[in-house]
């Protein structure tokens, strides 16, 4: 990473090199400006995309902008992030700051918070979110429905965790029905990443940034294996070339997270951006979405139908990655040593059966069955695919080696992920999660995880094999402590 004041990122260019052929959908973000000083560049980017934009002024003196911001205080040294912001904008742009709050200790994505949002950007120039991942895909909403309504303002964010790596990507993460769901939003015209800002953060974000960062290890191989069964048609190498370049160097500055180095914060917030404009431009999360995000989502689940404090979602991310990556470790071993061509489990695609599994283990999140309901809809959608490819998936295990190969090379051990989130100080099993997390609510969000999403991963075949029983759910689990218990023990 440059140690210039900031750099301006070449996107273009770095996605021309990996998609030649431009197989990839375009990058909508115009500037990725990092560095210890980028939040100088905010105004200056702002006047340099609003004359690119031409944004009309609706007969005022100066452009109108909203200013998004949450009520949680973030400081660069001793400076008020937000009050900073806000004074270089006004100096010449006319500011509305709106302060979004929902009543929670931490604000949620909910459908009131994006009105509130929407209405403000309404009739504005540009808005400029400031804030972590939260206010950015909020942000993003907001964009989007105003210019739905009409004239779509500029959109700039100030990244001040590096907790996440939705910033730069065209989707947001919401929540309804008590269930999280991605829904398409807008790109960021501009996203400013100030590191010294992001390494004043609270380092347990900066770590949970690095979790995140490990999805990356794994959630390539479940988005591949459902491209080769058939229920996925959006996987494309190009996007899983550009991933590749972007992890290449982790273990190298993953020590630098631990000890909040400016270098290795730097490094953080450029790779997470990258890996953001990687979701964006392939069209879906499940490149870098698979197991590991599921039971996150599951967590956040039981935790928020019971009014209980949520965890980081990169923490809680790095943690499933190790139990992911188990459980493709479990599946190469198992196939391998096979003797008989596999066969399906007549009763994974029951479809009574699956409906009382789902409602079974999502009751204990919501009495009502409503967030049960709406999993199910994704599920028995799932299934539907399932069967209408099931002699693709056949054939797929008849000819098991060649697969096996490809997705194996998508997938990093789980002993290598667990020493590199060590190494960054983030935790590398549920049990180090803040809020903890107790065997048996892990053990719950992990066995269940399949059951939330129309999303076909390692778990889903597993399932079909009739190997996700409860022992072997236990495998999984024991095989991830292991994993973790010597990646602590490597790092004394």
């Known amino acids: 990473m440059s140690t210039e004041t900031y750099i301006v990122e070449p996107i273009a260019e770095m996605l021309g090199a990996a998609d030649p052929e431009r197989t990839l959908a375009p990058c909508g973000i115009g500037q990725l400006i990092i560095g210890p000083d980028a939040m100088s560049a905010v105004p200056a980017t702002l006047g340099e995309l609003l004359a690119s934009a031409a944004a009309p002024r609706n007969g005022a003196a100066r452009a ?52 509130e949002a929407a209405q403000a950007a309404a009739g504005k120039a540009a808005v400029v979110a400031i804030g972590g991942g939260t206010i950015s895909d909020i942000a993003k909403v907001a964009v989007q429905r105003a210019g739905e309504a009409g004239e779509r303002p500029v959109l700039l964010t100030v990244q001040t965790a590096a907790s996440v790596d939705g910033f730069t ?9 008590g269930v999280k769901r991605t829904v398409p939003s ?95 431009v392939a069209g879906t999360t499940a490149v870098l979405s698979g197991v590991e995000h599921l039971i996150s989502h599951m967590l956040d689940q039981y935790r928020g139908g019971h009014g209980l404090p949520i965890g980081l979602h990169g923490a809680q991310v790095g943690a499933g990655a190790v139990i992911a990556a188990t459980a493709w470790e479990m599946l190469f071993e198992r196939l391998g040593g096979a003797s008989d061509r596999p066969r399906i489990a007549t009763k994974a695609l029951d479809r009574g059966r699956s409906r009382e599994r789902v409602l079974s283990a999502f009751e204990r999140v919501d009495p009502s069955l409503q967030v049960a309901e709406e999993c199910w809809k994704d599920f028995s959608a799932k299934l539907d695919a399932v069967e209408r490819n099931l002699p693709r998936i056949t054939a797929l295990l008849g000819d098991w080696a060649e697969a096996r190969d490809e997705l194996r090379g998508l997938v990093r051990p789980a002993d290598a992920i667990a020493s590199a989130l060590t190494e960054a100080g983030a935790p590398a099993a549920l049990s180090d999660l803040e809020p903890g997390v107790e065997p048996e609510l892990g053990r719950w969000a992990v066995e269940n995880c399949a059951l939330m999403r129309n999303r076909f991963t390692v778990v889903d075949l597993l399932t079909l094999l009739g190997w996700w029983e409860p022992q072997d759910v236990d495998e999984v689990l024991e095989r991830a402590v292991r994993a973790g218990a010597k990646a602590e023990a490597g790092g004394k």
């Open 64 to 115: 109108r902008v909203a200013l998004l911001v949450d009520r949680t205080p973030i400081l660069r040294g001793e400076q008020n992030v937000k009050d900073a912001v806000e004074a270089q904008l006004a100096d010449q742009f006319d500011v509305t700051r709106t302060v979004l709050d929902d009543g929670h200790p931490e604000l949620h994505v909910v459908d009131p918070i994006l009105d």
């Open 169 to 177: 990507d065209d989707v947001s993460v919401v929540l309804r029905n």
């Open 186 to 280: 807008a790109w960021p015209d501009a996203v400013v990443s100030d590191t010294l800002t992001i390494a004043g953060a609270p380092e347990a974000m900066n770590r949970a940034g690095f979790g995140e960062m490990t999805s990356m290890l794994v959630a390539p191989a479940d988005w591949r294996l459902a491209s080769l069964v058939g229920t996925d048609p959006t996987f494309k190498p190009s996007a899983v070339t550009l991933l590749a370049s972007v992890g290449k160097d982790l273990e190298s500055w993953s020590a630098g997270v631990r000890e909040a180095r400016s270098d290795a914060v730097a490094s953080l917030a450029r790779a997470l951006a990258l890996r953001g404009i990687v979701t964006g």
